[in-house]
């Protein structure tokens, strides 16, 4: 299964860096697009549960990387109003060793 790294912005500049285990992460973030922290943390507990979901049904057991990814994202955003913006920088999907832009 390819799986997607993804950075952001945060208001302040700050940068996180994710981990998706499925590319389903692109129907819910796009790269170079910006949105609210609600919407993004909505948006991403979403598309990494989903993930985790898919990996569970491939492999018998959730993503703990997609969890983990979540609960950063959960922390960092702790810091930002709820209407505050952030940017998704870059996401690219990992194939066998090899990155491929997206």
């Known amino acids: 299964m390819p799986a ?15 981990y998706s285990p499925s590319t389903l992460i692109y129907q819910h973030l796009q790269s170079g697009s910006s949105c609210s922290v ?18 569970r049904e491939l492999k018998g057991f ?16 702790r810091y930002y109003s709820a209407e505050d913006s952030v940017l998704i920088l870059d996401m690219h999907t990992e194939h066998s060793g090899q990155v491929l832009a997206r």
Not at 4 to 18: C, I, K, Y
Not at 65 to 77: E, G, N, P, V
């Open 4 to 18: 997607v790294n993804f950075r952001v912005r945060w208001p302040d500049g700050q940068e996180t860096h994710g």
């Open 38 to 55: 609600e919407q993004f943390l909505a948006r991403a507990e979403t598309a990494l549960s989903a993930a985790s979901e898919r990996v």
């Open 62 to 77: 959730y993503c703990s990387s997609a969890m983990d990814t979540l609960a950063i994202l959960r922390h960092q955003a």
